[in-house]
């Protein structure tokens, strides 16, 4: 016997039917939040946390996770665009800025072979940072040569400076020619090669 849409029955049924398809959804999330902690894949568990409160801001099994979650995945990205960019750390504040977050990474408690990998990296990083390289410039004897925020050689056929490992620039003036400006990186092997800063271009 056919039901009228409206009928109590069909309303319940109904109902029930949308509750089970939302605990459904709610576990899946949850178990798919789990899997990627399992595996250090913290971004994806924060977004299975955070799609398990869009659904149900009350869940505490979700807001734990995701602010659990959120704050790893945040030290990974940190951890990876330190490591990724070791010749920014003679930049302002870089250096202070790294230390702090290696002794971030080194208070997570139980911490996954990702993070140890990362921390072991971050430590040697910074050890090499604070260790100066014998760095060659050239020039041709004329050109005022100075490396912006650390020394000023003045003019010289050849050159060596002791820098830490990082980004810097040289400029070079000479009058009546155009000003230059060379920027290099130093590692902790040195340059690639002398670095030559000479002004050629008349004016």
Request: aromatic share 4%; net charge negative.
């Given at each position: 016997?056919?039901?009228?849409?409206?009928?109590?029955?069909?309303?319940?049924?109904?109902?029930?039917?949308?509750?089970?398809?939302?605990?459904?959804?709610?576990?899946?999330?949850?178990?798919?939040?789990?899997?990627?902690?399992?595996?250090?894949?913290?971004?994806?568990?924060?977004?299975?946390?955070?799609?398990?409160?869009e659904l149900d801001g009350a869940l505490?099994?979700?807001?734990?996770?995701?602010?659990?979650?959120?704050?790893?995945?945040?030290?990974?990205?940190?951890?990876?665009?330190?490591?990724?960019?070791?010749?920014?750390?003679?930049?302002?504040?870089?250096?202070?800025?790294?230390?702090?977050?290696?002794?971030?990474?080194?208070?997570?408690?139980?911490?996954?072979p990702r993070l140890a990998r990362q921390?072991?990296?971050?430590?040697?990083?910074?050890?090499?940072?604070?260790?100066?390289?014998?760095?060659?410039l050239r020039s041709d004897g004329f050109?005022?040569?100075?490396?912006?925020?650390?020394?000023?050689?003045?003019?010289?056929?050849?050159?060596?400076?002791?820098?830490?490992?990082?980004?810097?620039?040289?400029?070079?003036?000479?009058?009546?020619?155009?000003?230059?400006?060379?920027?290099?990186?130093?590692?902790?092997?040195?340059?690639?090669?002398?670095?030559?800063?000479?002004?050629?271009?008349?004016?």
């Open positions: 016997e056919a039901r009228e849409p409206g009928a109590p029955e069909v309303v319940e049924g109904r109902r029930i039917l949308a509750a089970e398809r939302f605990a459904a959804r709610i576990e899946a999330l949850r178990e798919e939040a789990a899997a990627a902690e399992r595996e250090a894949r913290w971004a994806d568990a924060a977004r299975a946390y955070g799609a398990a409160l505490a099994f979700a807001r734990d996770g995701y602010q659990r979650t959120d704050a790893r995945a945040a030290l990974d990205r940190d951890l990876d665009a330190t490591l990724g960019s070791p010749e920014e750390l003679n930049q302002r504040g870089r250096l202070e800025a790294a230390q702090a977050l290696l002794t971030r990474a080194r208070s997570v408690a139980d911490p996954d921390v072991e990296a971050l430590d040697e990083l910074l050890r090499l940072a604070v260790i100066p390289v014998v760095v060659t050109t005022e040569v100075r490396v912006l925020r650390e020394a000023n050689p003045g003019r010289f056929l050849e050159t060596t400076l002791e820098l830490l490992p990082g980004r810097y620039v040289a400029t070079g003036t000479r009058i009546g020619y155009q000003d230059v400006r060379v920027s290099f990186v130093v590692t902790p092997e040195g340059t690639e090669a002398p670095v030559s800063v000479r002004c050629t271009t008349r004016l």
